[in-house]
């Protein structure tokens, strides 16, 4: 499985990933989670032998990445280093 969020800007897409990627899975031997950024796009893929692992994983994924996004915009866009 496979998604696609698009950022404002290629920098928010990457601190997104430095913010979501430390996140090791529970069970990560049977789900695996791969995340790339392109231009501003944070694209992520998971791999999975258990749907039900899988579910958990994605759901447990799109709250941590809804907390990252509320937290960008109560801070407003980064400043570049």
Same mark, same amino acid.
């Given at each position: 499985?496979? $998604?696609? =969020?698009?950022?404002? %800007?290629? !920098?928010?897409?990457?601190?997104?990933? #430095? %913010? !979501?990627?430390?996140? +090791?899975?529970?069970?990560?031997?049977? +789900? /695996?989670?791969?995340?790339?950024? &392109? #231009? %501003?796009? $944070?694209? +992520?893929?998971?791999?999975?032998? &258990?749907?039900?692992? !899988?579910?958990?994983?994605?759901? &447990?994924?799109?709250? /941590?990445?809804? !907390? =990252?996004?509320?937290?960008?915009?109560?801070? #407003?866009?980064? +400043?570049?280093?």
């Amino acid at each position: 499985s496979s $998604l696609s =969020v698009p950022f404002p %800007s290629p !920098l928010e897409a990457d601190i997104a990933r #430095g %913010s !979501l990627a430390p996140d +090791v899975e529970p069970h990560r031997e049977v +789900v /695996q989670k791969e995340f790339t950024v &392109n #231009g %501003s796009v $944070l694209a +992520v893929h998971w791999r999975a032998e &258990n749907s039900r692992l !899988l579910r958990t994983s994605i759901i &447990n994924f799109l709250d /941590q990445l809804s !907390l =990252v996004m509320r937290t960008m915009q109560r801070f #407003g866009p980064p +400043v570049p280093r």
